[in-house]
């Protein structure tokens, strides 16, 4: 049986996607999120990260909740309700993103809905089409992200946990805490006495300051 | 200042405790990364090769091989979308993996 090829672009390659808001690509899809995506969804909604856990992500606030007839969670009678923070999985569609072992990327064109209205075209760039997306700081959040992700699947660092645990680390470790930074802040700020902040970029690197002495510890020698 | 022994349970093995939330991080953290959890479990993911076949099928063609090596983010795929097939290697040729793209995110994670 012969399958459709992947197409792989670079960032130059020929490509352009016009979207025509049929909306089809909002159905029956895995949308993963990521710290920095729940952040951002948060903000708009005006809730706090645990509550868009709660409210609408599944596994663990992972990836977005679907509805029963495979629908977005946050699709609405007129499109995307979230599209100004809507996460990278959606900005980057019909592409999805891979980065390799020298930094490189690959960028794999998604098999489009036989529905779709969408229309592709080669009159611009990978580049300028993602950039059109505001992917900028969700690729750079992510790559953050992923950098602790490697630290906690490297054991045996030489940081010895009483030289990477902090003051402000929970008493005990709730994996929620690598997933919903509100969550993770509070803790922390809980015995600073500072504020949780409610801007985006300075809840991420306050979580990610966390979660990296957190991976310290969980990976250090015994 | 706590301990790091106040972040394991009481009673358990600390080694054992650390490890299972080490895991149970990463793949908290890796699920919203778009890495697939079957590759967090595999302990030489840092040594792997993607390969792209034509078809579902052991045998398809080989499309293209990318190395992905200790770094992959911002994957996502469409899980009634891609059939193409992906197969993890070891860096001594020894197949680790296999799975069709719609399998990847079928499950829960």
Same mark, same amino acid.
């Given at each position: 049986?012969?399958?459709?090829?992947?197409?792989?672009?670079?960032?130059?390659?020929?490509?352009?996607?016009?979207?025509?808001?049929?909306?089809?690509?909002?159905?029956?899809?895995?949308?993963?999120?990521?710290?920095?995506?729940?952040?951002?969804?948060?903000?708009?909604?005006?809730?706090?990260?645990?509550?868009?856990?709660?409210?609408?992500?599944?596994?663990?606030?992972? *990836?977005? &909740?679907? /509805?029963?007839?495979?629908?977005?969670?946050? !699709?609405?009678?007129? #499109?995307? =309700? $979230?599209?100004? %923070?809507?996460?990278?999985?959606?900005?980057?569609?019909?592409?999805?993103?891979?980065?390799?072992?020298?930094?490189?990327?690959?960028?794999?064109?998604?098999?489009?809905?036989?529905?779709?209205?969408?229309?592709?075209?080669?009159?611009?760039?990978?580049?300028?089409?993602?950039?059109?997306?505001?992917?900028?700081?969700?690729? *750079?959040? &992510?790559? /953050?992200?992923?950098?602790?992700?490697?630290? !906690?699947?490297?054991? #045996?660092? =030489? $940081?010895?946990? %009483?030289?990477?645990?902090?003051?402000?680390?929970?008493?005990?470790?709730?994996?929620?805490?690598?997933?919903?930074?509100?969550?993770?802040?509070?803790?922390?700020?809980?015995?600073?006495?500072?504020?949780?902040?409610?801007?985006?970029?300075?809840?991420?690197?306050?979580?990610?300051?966390?979660?990296?002495?957190?991976?310290?510890?969980?990976?250090? /020698?015994? | 200042?706590?301990?790091?022994?106040?972040?394991?349970?009481?009673?358990?093995?600390?080694?054992?405790?650390?490890?299972?939330?080490?895991?149970?991080?990463?793949?908290?953290?890796?699920?919203?990364?778009?890495?697939?959890?079957?590759?967090?479990?595999?302990?030489?993911?840092?040594?792997?090769?993607?390969?792209?076949?034509?078809?579902?099928?052991?045998?398809?063609?080989?499309?293209?091989?990318?190395?992905?090596?200790?770094?992959?983010?911002?994957?996502?795929?469409?899980?009634?979308?891609?059939?193409?097939?992906?197969?993890?290697?070891?860096?001594?040729?020894?197949?680790?993996?296999?799975?069709?793209?719609?399998?990847?995110?079928?499950?829960?994670?």
């Amino acid at each position: 049986m012969t399958t459709p090829l992947p197409v792989l672009h670079a960032r130059a390659s020929a490509f352009s996607y016009r979207c025509r808001a049929c909306n089809r690509c909002c159905y029956d899809k895995r949308i993963q999120v990521n710290p920095y995506e729940l952040a951002r969804l948060s903000r708009q909604l005006g809730c706090s990260t645990s509550a868009v856990i709660a409210n609408f992500t599944v596994d663990g606030g992972t *990836a977005l &909740a679907k /509805r029963p007839d495979t629908a977005c969670v946050f !699709l609405g009678p007129n #499109g995307c =309700t $979230v599209h100004a %923070s809507r996460p990278l999985a959606c900005r980057l569609y019909p592409l999805g993103r891979i980065v390799q072992a020298d930094g490189s990327e690959v960028f794999i064109e998604l098999t489009p809905d036989p529905e779709t209205k969408g229309l592709y075209g080669e009159d611009g760039t990978v580049a300028a089409y993602i950039e059109s997306q505001g992917v900028a700081p969700y690729i *750079a959040a &992510a790559d /953050r992200y992923y950098a602790v992700l490697t630290r !906690l699947l490297s054991p #045996g660092g =030489t $940081v010895t946990p %009483s030289e990477s645990l902090g003051d402000s680390v929970a008493d005990e470790i709730d994996q929620r805490v690598f997933v919903d930074a509100d969550f993770a802040v509070q803790i922390a700020a809980a015995r600073s006495g500072d504020p949780v902040p409610r801007e985006v970029d300075e809840l991420m690197e306050r979580h990610l300051a966390l979660i990296e002495r957190l991976a310290d510890v969980l990976t250090a /020698r015994q | 200042m706590p301990n790091e022994d106040a972040v394991l349970k009481q009673g358990e093995p600390a080694v054992t405790r650390r490890e299972s939330v080490r895991l149970a991080a990463a793949l908290a953290l890796g699920a919203g990364l778009g890495v697939p959890p079957a590759l967090l479990g595999t302990p030489n993911m840092a040594r792997m090769q993607w390969k792209i076949y034509k078809g579902l099928t052991d045998g398809g063609a080989l499309v293209e091989s990318v190395e992905i090596s200790d770094n992959l983010t911002a994957f996502v795929m469409s899980a009634a979308g891609q059939r193409a097939q992906l197969k993890w290697y070891s860096d001594t040729g020894q197949e680790v993996l296999n799975m069709a793209m719609p399998k990847m995110y079928g499950g829960k994670i």
